[in-house]
């Protein structure tokens, strides 16, 4: 602890205050956070941490990061993390053995994390039959509702793609969706409660996915609690099929069934569903398209784009200007 800015763990280590186990965990994390924060805020940052460490224990400190980088976080930073942490998404291979059990290895970014709890938490719950108790472990129930969840989507008869999509409900603020670099929404209702989900991302989610987001004006003011008139439906979406008829990132061949309805003006922005403002992405041009900030346009022979970093809010400015005042 012989940094400066760690006397306050020092200090809660000598009054007996806080194990020494727990102001190692606190100040390994502190360490790590130290080159993230924004200026004036780590004294603040570390009093919280030694604060949950006394009361909580060192796992419950390690779960702080996050919110710490979405409230006292230099511009970015979260959103930077979690594009990163998009790569290590991953499903291995099964190992099967003689019985035909197949073992797999699952890794999540947050945003699959929270997606994954919110579809299959309620599969999961314990189903008591006829009255006696649901004896399955909780691994099993999970494992069961994920196959249940696999079942469903296969049995989609629908024709456009992978409907009906999770429910993630999110509370942001609206100037963290419509333009902010810090802050985050906060996942709620599910087994990931207090996911927290950077603004670029709940910009890219809010096109297609299904979040529910509950737009806070302030402190408290809910201003939009809804998804109606913000998702395509199959019926738009079956359009642009013929339309687009795939991802129209320039030079990609994916077809129109892996793709998500893009909303060319972003709904945060004010953009509305519908075909005009709509163009079929892939998972990956998506969140290109969200990331470098690029804008496009339906011209005569389909999506246009302007592969300019930043196009989109050169647009934006652009339409802010030409507005009265």
């Keep these: 602890f012989a940094v400066p800015g760690n006397a306050p763990v020092k200090t809660a280590v000598e009054s007996g205050r806080l194990p020494v186990t727990s102001a190692a965990t606190v100040a390994r994390q502190v360490d790590l956070l130290r080159p993230l924060l924004a200026d004036g805020v780590e004294e603040s940052v570390i009093t919280g941490m030694v604060d949950v460490a006394a009361a909580h224990g060192p796992a419950a400190c390690r779960q702080l990061r996050?919110?710490?980088?979405?409230?006292?976080?230099?511009?970015?930073?979260?959103?930077?993390?979690?594009?990163?942490?998009?790569?290590?998404?991953?499903l291995s291979h099964p190992s099967v053995d003689a019985t035909g059990i197949a073992d797999y290895r699952l890794t999540l970014d947050p945003v699959g994390h929270a997606a994954l709890e919110a579809a299959i938490g309620p599969l999961s719950a314990p189903q008591p039959l006829d009255g006696d108790p649901d004896?399955?472990?909780?691994d099993r129930r999970r494992g069961e509702a994920l196959m249940a969840l696999v079942?469903?989507?296969?049995?989609?008869?629908?024709?456009?793609?992978?409907?009906?999509?999770?429910?993630?409900?999110?509370?942001?603020?609206?100037?963290?969706?419509?333009?902010?670099?810090?802050?985050?929404?906060?996942?709620?209702?599910?087994?990931?409660?207090?996911?927290?989900?950077?603004?670029?991302?709940?910009?890219?989610?809010?096109?297609?996915?299904?979040?529910?987001?509950?737009?806070?004006?302030?402190?408290?003011?809910?201003?939009?609690?809804?998804?109606?008139?913000?998702?395509?439906?199959?019926?738009?979406?079956r359009r642009l099929w013929l339309r687009d008829g795939g991802c129209t990132f320039p030079g990609c061949d994916i077809?129109?069934?892996?793709?998500?309805?893009?909303?060319?003006?972003?709904?945060?922005?004010?953009?509305?569903?519908?075909?005009?403002?709509?163009?079929?992405?892939?998972?990956?041009h998506h969140t290109t398209v969200h990331t470098r900030r690029l804008t496009g346009h339906l011209g005569p022979h389909g999506i246009e784009w302007n592969l300019t970093h930043g196009s989109y809010d050169h647009l934006l400015a652009e339409r802010a200007a030409r507005e009265p005042a």
Excluded: M, Y
Excluded at 156 to 179: A, E, I, S
């Design 66 to 90: 996050a919110g710490i980088l979405a409230r006292h976080g230099r511009d970015g930073v979260l959103q930077a993390e979690q594009d990163a942490a998009a790569r290590f998404v991953s």
């Design 135 to 138: 004896l399955r472990p909780a």
């Design 151 to 237: 079942a469903r989507a296969v049995a989609t008869g629908d024709g456009t793609g992978p409907h009906p999509k999770t429910t993630l409900l999110v509370q942001v603020d609206l100037d963290t969706l419509r333009t902010g670099l810090t802050g985050a929404g906060v996942t709620l209702g599910d087994l990931a409660t207090g996911t927290h989900l950077a603004p670029e991302t709940l910009r890219r989610l809010a096109c297609d996915a299904e979040i529910l987001p509950a737009v806070l004006d302030g402190p408290s003011e809910i201003l939009d609690l809804g998804r109606t008139r913000r998702l395509f439906t199959p019926g738009q979406t």
């Design 255 to 284: 077809p129109a069934r892996w793709t998500d309805a893009h909303h060319l003006t972003h709904w945060a922005d004010g953009g509305t569903t519908d075909l005009d403002n709509a163009a079929l992405l892939c998972g990956r």
